[in-house]
Every structure is written in structure tokens, then in C-alpha cells.
């Protein structure tokens, strides 16, 4: 690419996670209350909202959109199909949501309506991933990722902000009244096709025969399928134990016994996060030509279990800011390094199928994890008498647990791939 057209590339494909960044800052951060305290759902019922998705957002972009993807290498436009089918489905999802009596039953229908919308997100989703590798160089990749994740948490700052005021309609109506009455699920669709607009001026992405087949000679990365198997097992424990957390740790927060916030506090601590992630985003490309894609990966980890700790420990809000700040170094970390230290093992050619399990690991995370591990155990404990706070505070200690493991594997694949590159 020249000069000028990689400045107008990343500014299109910046444009884009900007958008989607505050449509899911607008949207999620406030659901999982909506369907705990509004529809009155249990812990572990409210985590489906993301576990089920996902399990189907990881299905399709494995088995229908990753291979059609690699087979037609065909990238831009699964972006642009999966956001716009997408948004005309999460209009459907809050039509349907009003029609039973039952607040219960609207629940489920939210929840099995975003399962069907997420079909077409992992359209994109796989369409995205790919695009990335297939546009730039495995030395930039990195950088890329940081600098999309800096600039998509200014997106998702705003949304987060807009959010907290539309969740009870800037205090005017009653909590859940910017999901009861449509607002969010309106203005969130009208983003998704606002989103498409840039990405009609890049490259359809996507590499050739010959492109593949050079690659593959000249990367040893692409022989080592066995390392990208252990690597995805340790982003499994990594992601799950982080993202276990992602679905109740706004209703701990809400909790009338604990902290107690309101819509628009809720709202600023969240946006600790993205000011974590925007500012670590802008070093990020400095920092992965100082550190290899390992290091930053250990180091991510790292700020994890503390973060997660923290959140076990806390007993007053301040704390909880901090924590919160630093789960979102920790998250740009994560994402900007395993994302290339992955693309280093994925042959060109097979960009789609691999990312697709890549991005299994993040997936499924979000919500699966809440819903096997949190969930269940913050509802057992509930049940069997302790306090709701402590019984969050102890998720958030098994969390951690879990990232530990992730990093014992991590360490265990990068001297796997050490021992196979020097055996070349």
C-alpha cells in the first residue's frame, strides 16, 4: 500500500471500531442488570445472554463463515453483510421481547433473539480478524491492534456515558426504561449500519494462491499447528478466567448490600476501563518493538489476576476504580499480543478457520464462563446462606486462579515453539 491509501485504511478501519466499540459500550454494560433487577433473572440465568451467543457466534464464524472465507477469501464484505443483517435483528429481538406478560419469558426472548443475531455478527467477526493480518505485516500487527483498541475505547467511553443516561432516562423515568422502551436497542442498530460506511473504502482483503504459497515457505510459524493447539489452551484459561467476570461485575457493583451505584456512576467506573485502554493503546506499538509478543502476554496476564484480585479485596469505591483501570491495560495487552503472537502460527491461506478458533477463546469467554463458573457459584453460595457480596467476591478469587493456570500453559507453549523453530 502507498503512503496515503494505509493513512485512509486505517482511518476507515478505525472509524469502524470506534463505532462498534460504542455500540457495545452503549448496549452490554447495562443488559446484564436490565435482565437481573428489571426481568428478575437469576445470576447464572442472566450470564446466557452472552453464553449462548457466543456458542453460536464461535459455531458459524468455525464452520460456515471461517471456511467460506478462506475458500473465497473474502473479508470487507462479511463485515458489512453481518453488521446490517445484525441491526435489523436487534430491532426484531426488542419488538418480540414486549410481547409476553411474563418479564421472565421476555428475558429468555432477549436471550434467544441475540443468539440468532449473533449469526451475523460472527459474520463479521471473522471478516474482521482476517482483515487485520491479511492487510499488514506480521511486525505491525501489534501495533494495529493498539491503536484500533485506543481509538475504539474513545467509542466505547461515549457509549458507556450515553448508556448510564438512557438506562433510566436521565432519571426521568424509572431504571430499565432505556431497554423497556427500545431507546438502546434503536440507537444501538442505528450504529451497526452507521458502521458499514467506512468499511466500503478498504480492501476487500483476502490473499491469493501465490501469496499463500510463498508465506508458508519463507514462515515457520505455519508448521507449528501443535504449538497453536497448546497456545489456544492457554488463551482458554487466560480469557476465561478475566472475562468470567464481565457479566456480574456490574451487578456487584449494583448491589443494594455493597456498593450500591447508580446508572451514571456504574458508568464512570466502566469507563476506567476505556481510558485504560486508550491510553495503553497509543504505547502499545512502541512497547511490542521493545518486548517480544510473549512478554507483553505474561505482563498482561499478570495485571489480570492482580485486577481480579483487587476486585475480591476491595471494600471501598476508590479501589475499585483502580482496579478497574488496570483491567483495562491488562485487556489491550491481551488482545494486541495474543492477536499477533497467533498470527505468527496461522498460515495465510487458513486465516479464517484459525482465527475462528483465536477467537473462540475471547468468544465463548464472555459469557460461558460466567455462566459455568460465577454464575453457578455465586448463586450456590447465595443459596446456601452467605452474603451476596462475599459470594461475588469469591468468583472474582477463582477467577484469578484461572489465569494462573493460563500462564503456566503459556509458558509452556512458548518453549514448545522455541524447540520447533530451532529444530528447522
Known amino acids: 500500500m502507498t503512503v496515503q491509501r494505509a493513512k485512509r485504511t486505517l482511518f476507515n478501519l478505525s472509524s469502524f471500531e470506534i463505532l462498534t466499540m460504542f455500540r457495545r459500550g452503549l448496549f452490554y454494560s447495562y443488559l446484564s442488570i436490565y435482565l437481573r433487577f428489571f426481568l428478575g433473572l437469576s ?65 429468555y426472548i432477549i436471550i434467544i433473539g441475540l443468539s440468532v443475531v449473533e449469526i451475523f455478527w460472527s459474520m463479521s467477526n471473522i471478516g474482521w480478524s482476517a482483515i487485520i493480518s491479511d492487510l499488514y505485516p506480521e511486525e505491525e500487527r501489534t501495533g494495529i491492534q493498539g491503536k484500533l483498541s485506543s481509538l475504539g475505547a474513545l467509542g466505547r467511553i461515549v457509549g458507556v456515558l450515553i448508556g448510564g443516561l438512557a438506562y433510566d432516562g436521565l432519571a426521568r423515568y424509572y431504571e430499565g426504561w432505556g431497554f423497556d422502551s427500545g431507546f438502546l436497542f434503536f440507537v444501538a442498530s442505528g450504529i451497526m449500519l452507521a458502521s458499514t460506511i467506512p468499511m466500503f473504502f478498504i480492501p476487500e482483503g483476502g490473499v491469493t494462491v501465490v501469496q499463500a504459497k510463498t508465506v508458508r515457505r519463507s514462515n515457520h510459524a505455519t ?21 468470567s467476570i464481565a457479566t456480574v461485575k ?52 499478570l495485571i489480570a489476576i492482580l485486577s481480579l484480585i483487587g476486585f475480591a479485596l476491595a471494600s471501598a469505591l476508590p479501589l475499585i476504580y483502580v482496579c478497574n483501570f488496570f483491567f483495562g491495560v ?15 502460527l496461522i498460515p495465510p491461506e487458513r486465516r479464517g478457520k484459525q482465527f475462528a478458533w483465536f477467537n473462540a477463546t475471547f468468544f465463548l469467554s464472555w459469557g460461558m464462563a460466567a455462566t459455568f463458573i460465577s454464575g453457578p457459584i455465586i448463586d450456590l453460595l447465595i443459596r446456601s446462606g452467605t452474603s451476596e457480596v462475599f459470594a461475588y ?10 489465569v494462573v ?5 503459556l509458558f509452556i507453549t512458548d518453549r514448545m515453539k522455541k524447540r520447533a523453530l530451532n529444530s528447522q
Open 250 to 301: 456490574t451487578q456487584f457493583l449494583s448491589l443494594d448490600t455493597g456498593f450500591n451505584v447508580s446508572s451514571q456512576t456504574l458508568s464512570y467506573i466502566v469507563n476506567m476501563q476505556s481510558i485504560a485502554i486508550f491510553i495503553v493503546g497509543l504505547f502499545i506499538s512502541r512497547l511490542s518493538k521493545l518486548y517480544k509478543d510473549v512478554t507483553l502476554l505474561y505482563a498482561g496476564a
Open 393 to 402: 467476591r469469591v468468583s472474582f478469587a477463582i477467577s484469578a486462579s484461572l
Open 405 to 409: 493456570i493460563g500462564l503456566v500453559i
Open 43 to 107: 445470576v447464572t440465568e442472566t450470564t446466557l445472554f452472552a453464553t449462548l451467543p457466543m456458542v453460536l457466534n464461535v459455531v458459524f464464524q468455525r464452520f460456515v463463515w471461517g471456511a467460506l472465507s478462506d475458500k473465497y477469501q473474502k473479508r470487507r464484505t462479511y463485515i458489512i453483510l453481518g453488521e446490517a443483517l445484525a441491526a435489523a435483528g436487534t430491532l426484531l429481538v426488542w419488538y418480540l421481547h414486549k410481547i409476553p406478560a411474563s418479564k421472565a419469558m421476555a428475558g
Open 223 to 243: 508448521t507449528l499447528s501443535r504449538v497453536f493447539s497448546v497456545f489456544m489452551l492457554a488463551m482458554i484459561f487466560i480469557n476465561f478466567g478475566r472475562n
Open 330 to 344: 491488562s485487556m489491550v495487552v491481551i488482545l494486541s499480543s495474543s492477536y499477533s503472537y497467533a498470527s505468527q
